[in-house]
C-alpha cells in the first residue's frame, strides 16, 4: 500500500509559479513511475506530468509543456510540480499519482496507467 500527501496549492496571478509537493509513504520500493494529474470542476481529470522512478524519462501534457518542470527526490521520497507562468486555466485541484508495477520505458499520462492517488491541492489562479 502506497500513500500520497499533496501540498504546496494556493492561491497565485496569472503569470505566477507555485511548487507543488507531493510525500510518499508505505511500499513505495514498489513505485516505478509517479506522475501530477488535475481536474477542474465539471472536467474529467486530466495527465499534466509523469516521471519515471529509474532514470527520471519524463512526459508532459502539451498544454504545461515549456511552463511546469516535474522533479523527484527519491531519497526524501516527495514529488515535485513547479509551476511558472501559471494561467488561469490551469485552475483546478491538483492530484499525486504513483504506479505500483512493472514499469516499460514509457511514462504515460494516462490515468489508467496509475494505481495510486493523493487527496489534491487546490490550485486557483486569477486574472
Known amino acids: 500500500q502506497v500513500q500520497l500527501v499533496e501540498s504546496g496549492g494556493g492561491s497565485v496571478q496569472a503569470g505566477g509559479s507555485l511548487r507543488l509537493s507531493c510525500r510518499a509513504s508505505?511500499?513505495?520500493?514498489?513505485?516505478?513511475?509517479m506522475g501530477w494529474f488535475r481536474q477542474a470542476p465539471g472536467k474529467e481529470r486530466e495527465g499534466v506530468a509523469a516521471?519515471?522512478?529509474?532514470?527520471?524519462?519524463?512526459t508532459y501534457a502539451d498544454s504545461v509543456k515549456g511552463r511546469f518542470t516535474i522533479s523527484q527526490d527519491n531519497a526524501e521520497k516527495t514529488l515535485y510540480l513547479l509551476m511558472n507562468s501559471l494561467k488561469p486555466e490551469d485552475t483546478a485541484m491538483y492530484y499525486c499519482?504513483?504506479?505500483?508495477?512493472?514499469?516499460?520505458?514509457?511514462?504515460?499520462?494516462?490515468?489508467?496507467?496509475?494505481?495510486?492517488w493523493g487527496q489534491g491541492t487546490q490550485v486557483t489562479v486569477s486574472s
Open positions: 499519482a504513483a504506479f505500483r508495477g512493472i514499469c516499460g520505458w514509457s511514462v504515460p499520462l494516462t490515468r489508467n496507467n496509475y494505481n495510486s
Open positions: 508505505g511500499y513505495t520500493s514498489s513505485i516505478c513511475r
Open positions: 516521471i519515471r522512478t529509474t532514470g527520471s524519462l519524463t
